[in-house]
């Protein structure tokens, strides 16, 4: 039987920092933020204590990152302050949340535990904030409304309150509320949602649970923070496996870029072939059309040509019919002139010719 759990499978981050929105999945069983400095991970780690601890005081946060001259308030991390003084959400009211999404390994349920800010352009402290949880995924919305606006107080009681009514939420609807306390979200958090953990002894894991400065190299932060009580040979062992990771892990991302390279090139051939191919059957029906349209003038002068003939010999038949009806009017008219030089006619012709002369 598999031992339950309650693991963190989602952060949701809105207005905090540098990040406007952001979602960070989680593995289950080892998630590490290596970056650059000034990337952000000090930022992420505060937003998690901010929901895991209940803390909102200034001295709590930045431990990550160890820098005494950039103390961050909650107040700055919500606005966005930059070093060079400018500020991200500076001149505005706004909102702001940051949620953990946790699944029950148990059941197969899930539950979400956050807080919520309410700042406003004017504010020199943190005036307004709560925390909340409720049963279920992160909202498909993702706490934004009109695409891109987090979510107002009245808009996430709404959602808790939708949360409540749920069938299979019933019988737990204690967990989808807004806590009036710090307090009693602390004791819901560690009592109920986490199963009786003593909150303190688990404050006490928040330095292994952040990411602290290699000042003295790989080895040493090992051995400092993550196995204080190893042999030397076993963390000498665990850095340089560390090291053939990130080149190994190196060699990963070459190869990565080097077969999306190849498989846009194998993409791209394939499309020249189609194309060549396309282009091969187009010039083959082109030569089909242009023989067809020979074909075709062909018949047309054939059957033209068959037409004419055809009249030709028409024309000739009325013309041996015309020829023979000729010569019988000339035999008829050579008949009829017989018959006048034959006739009294012709003689009394010739006397009025003379009496007319």
Known sequence: MK????????MLINNWGGIDHKVIEFHEYVNLFSEKSGSGKSTVMDALQAVLYGSVRNDFFNRAADDTKNKRSVLTYLRGAQKDGTSNRGDQDFHAQ??????????????????????GKNDVDLKKYHFFSHLGKMPEDEYLFEGNIPYSYARLQNLIKERAVVKENKNRSNL???????????NTLNDVIFGYVDGGRFKTMQKSAIALRM????????????????????????????????????????????????????????????????????EKYLKILE????????????????????????????????KGKLEEEREKLLK??????????????????????
Do not use: W
């Not at 759990?5 to 989602?10: A, D, H, I, S, V």
């Not at 989808?176 to 602390?186: A, D, F, Q």
């Open 3 to 10: 031992q339950r759990k309650k693991l963190f499978t989602r």
């Open 98 to 119: 940051i949620v953990l999404e946790i699944l029950d390994t148990a059941n197969q349920s899930n539950l979400c535990i956050g807080v919520f800010f309410e700042v």
């Open 176 to 186: 989808n509320r807004v806590y009036p306390t710090r307090e009693s979200y602390l």
């Open 215 to 282: 000042t003295n190299g790989t080895s040493q932060f090992i051995k400092d923070y993550m196995f204080p009580k190893s042999k030397e040979d076993t963390i000498s062992a665990i850095s340089d496996q560390l090291a053939s990771y990130r080149e190994i892990k190196e060699q990963i991302e070459i190869l990565e870029k080097e077969i999306e390279m190849l498989t846009q090139i194998q993409q791209h051939n394939v499309k020249l072939v189609n194309n060549r191919a396309l282009q091969e059957e187009t």
């Open 291 to 322: 023989i067809k349209e020979k074909e075709a003038h062909l018949q047309a002068g054939k059957e033209d040509l068959e037409r004419i003939t055809d009249e030709i010999n028409s024309l000739e038949q009325e013309r041996g019919c015309l």
């Open 336 to 357: 009829v002139q017989v018959e006048l030089k034959s006739s009294d006619l012709e003689r009394k012709k010739k006397i009025c010719l003379r009496y007319s002369s």
